[in-house]
């Protein structure tokens, strides 16, 4: 099976920056594609950024409400995915869930991190 393990999240003045990073494990799988979701209070969870693989393009996709502010890369070797996150907002206050398609043997499955909670106030 897969399993992704959030670090970065915490606390942080408005302006301020923050850098989330998710690992993903899984024997035989690619990850096809990674990236961040959010679920903020009283709200449904969404799209922050995805990136596809470099066989894929490593294109990225971002929420209006982040880009330009937030930038999301990805290790391959290493499997792991970052979202660099600057000039952050009091409305990006959520819990950050890391996310992946992952593929194995043609099949594809999709996996979520426990979360990591981001909170931004003064």
């Known amino acids: 099976q897969v399993q992704l393990v959030e670090s970065g999240g915490g606390s942080v003045q408005p302006g301020g920056s923050l850098r989330l990073s998710c690992a993903a494990s899984g024997s035989r799988f690619s990850f096809t594609t990674m990236g961040w979701y959010r679920q903020a209070p009283g709200k449904q969870r969404e799209l922050v950024a995805i990136?596809?693989?470099?066989?894929?393009?490593?294109?990225?996709t971002y929420a209006d409400s982040v880009k330009g502010r937030f930038t999301i890369s990805r290790d391959n070797a290493k499997n792991t995915v970052y979202l660099e996150m600057i000039s952050l907002k009091p409305e990006d206050t959520a819990v950050y869930y890391c996310y992946t398609k992952a593929t194995r043997w043609g099949y594809e499955y999709d996996y979520w991190g426990q979360g990591t909670q981001v909170t931004v106030s003064s």
């Open positions: 990136i596809t693989s470099i066989t894929s393009g490593g294109r990225s």
